[in-house]
């Protein structure tokens, strides 16, 4: 009898809800996923661990929290930022790498994600487990967001990993500079993202209804 119910448990027991949340820096990946974890779905920042790891270089300048990494990083043309740039970007593919171990060794976790603005840098091979893994759905800016977007990066720093893609034309002032070279990462996102929208609302509404009745 024992064993009948125990399959039958295990015949039909819900698959793991697992969802990545992806998008520019400042795009709601935050909000969302504390607002999913509010269900009881456990929630992971990969902002939070990356800091962690970078503690100590953070500490020696006298820098903390996410703005701290942010201006331990620099502006984007300054002569450390390349090489702070990599090693955040180590860091980000360390910290992904161990989330995604874990999951691989617990088939049946459930977990949101919040990733970083620059997780499309992570490389295939990371993106490709992460979609395996994973529901990606990508937090998407529409042309009006984006500019909202450009003006907190500009009035309230964020980790940003430019690889490359800030410009500066002669005469441009580093706003207009910030504003022509942002958008060029969003096609990025497109091309990682492998879930609509209405997806993710549907698993966001069967998981908040799970508390009671809608009123």
């Not at 060794?105 to 840098?121: C, E, M």
Request: with cysteine; net charge positive; proline share 6%.
């Amino acid at each position: 009898m024992s064993n009948t119910s125990q399959n039958s448990g295990t015949a039909f027991a819900k698959p793991p809800l697992r969802i990545a949340l992806i998008g520019m820096s400042g795009a709601g990946k935050t909000f969302w996923s504390r607002c999913i974890a509010e269900s009881g779905i456990p929630a992971i920042s990969c902002d939070d661990r990356i800091e962690e790891k970078l503690a100590r270089r953070l500490a020696s300048g006298g820098y903390s929290g996410i703005n701290g990494v942010a201006a331990w990083m620099g502006w984007p043309d300054s002569a450390a930022y390349a090489e702070r740039e990599s090693q955040y970007l180590a860091e980000e593919i360390a910290t992904l790498d161990e989330i995604l171990s874990d999951l691989e060794r617990k088939p049946h976790q459930s977990l949101v994600l919040d990733t970083t603005g620059s997780v499309i840098y992570t490389g295939n091979h990371l993106l490709h487990r992460l979609r395996k893994l994973m529901t990606v759905v990508y937090l998407a800016a529409s042309e009006a967001e984006q500019k909202l977007l450009i003006e907190r990066y500009l009035g309230d720093p964020k980790p940003v990993l430019w690889r490359g893609a800030f410009q500066a034309k002669q005469g441009e002032t580093p706003r207009q500079t910030v504003a022509r070279c942002y958008p060029l990462c969003r096609w990025l996102y497109c091309a990682n993202c492998r879930t609509p929208p209405t997806r993710f609302l549907n698993c966001c509404r069967r998981n908040f209804c799970r508390k009671g009745p809608a009123v």
